[in-house]
């Protein structure tokens, strides 16, 4: 039988990465404080409150994306503590593990509010490497990483994850899911379920209309395009305010790709230099 393991808060990094490597998924218990998941959470109410649904054009785009959830980008501008999650130390040394062996400097990708309502269908299972056409000439490296922290308690009812451990090692063009290999990522508010690019996953239905929200933060390879246009949700003059770290996860600096075997870049050249000379003034960090 399927079986998502569950890790306690006060874990180390290399337990979790022990548990991913094996499963392809994992759940840190309690991974954010109570104190911090209430100042998100009233932080982002407003912006929850006036969301108006999103036409998503194509009918597949819908389908996956769903009729009955709110989903909002750019956190950062939402919410600032969310700046404390996307530079978490645990967080960053788990990237470390699996995304910088392939580019050096991995990026955030995606900053989301998945928050699942009454009525809402379950998402088809999918792998979220599958967006970046990489996947399909280089199979065998991750190209994206995947954190939702449930900020209400995930349930069996109300939409919590459907998840297939050890699917991030199938051939996903040969192999099919089947019911029994399906889990639930069962959590309580503040808890983290971790979900590698290469493990198929996937929203679950609500059936008792209490919402499921979730406060997504993917990362991806630095040389890769992000999900979600970072430049287009912030400002210069709030990058100002953000840590050196912060900046460079959203893109404000220059990508090179140096090992012993790969030199590649630069990548996001401001005036054929990195962005970093616009902030060479700030003494702050
Ligand atoms: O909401 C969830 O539990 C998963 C959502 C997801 O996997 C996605 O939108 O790519
Ligand atoms: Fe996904």
Redesign the pocket.
């Known amino acids: 039988m399927a079986k998502l393991t569950h890790l306690p808060s006060n874990c180390s990094t290399d337990d979790i990465i022990e548990i991913l490597e094996r499963d392809g998924a994992a759940i840190v218990d309690g991974f954010v404080s109570q104190a911090w998941l209430n100042d998100f959470n009233t932080a982002i109410q407003t912006s929850v409150d006036n969301y108006v649904p999103y036409d998503y054009g194509e009918p597949e785009a819908q389908d996956f994306?769903g009729y009955q959830t709110v989903r909002l980008n750019g956190l950062i501008s939402k919410a600032s503590n969310y700046i404390d999650l996307i530079s978490d130390e645990r967080l960053l040394s788990i990237m470390d593990h699996f995304l910088a062996p392939n580019c050096g400097q991995y990026r955030l990708n995606s900053s989301e509010i998945?928050e699942?309502h009454g009525g809402e269908t379950a998402?088809v299972l999918?792998w979220?490497d599958v967006i970046w056409p990489a996947h399909f000439w280089a199979p065998d490296r991750l190209l994206q990483f995947n954190v939702?922290v449930a900020a209400t308690d995930f349930t069996e009812s109300n939409?919590a994850?459907q998840v297939v451990p050890g699917s991030h090692k199938w051939d996903h063009t040969k192999r099919e899911v089947k019911p029994n290999e399906i889990v639930r990522a069962i959590m309580r508010a503040g808890s983290a379920v971790f979900i590698p690019g290469k493990t198929l996953?996937?929203?679950?239905s609500n059936t008792d209309g209490s919402k499921r929200r979730?406060i997504v933060a993917s990362y991806v390879l630095g040389w890769l395009r992000s999900q979600e246009n970072h430049f287009l949700h912030t400002t210069l003059e709030q990058a100002h305010g953000w840590p050196e770290r912060v900046r460079q996860l959203l893109g404000y600096d220059l990508y090179a790709h140096y090992d012993e075997n790969i030199e590649a870049g630069p990548l996001g050249y401001y005036e054929y230099g990195s962005p970093s000379v616009l902030f060479e003034t700030d003494t702050d960090d």
Do not use: C, N, P, S
């Open positions: 994306l998945i699942i998402q999918h979220d939702m939409g994850t996953h996937g929203g679950g979730a």
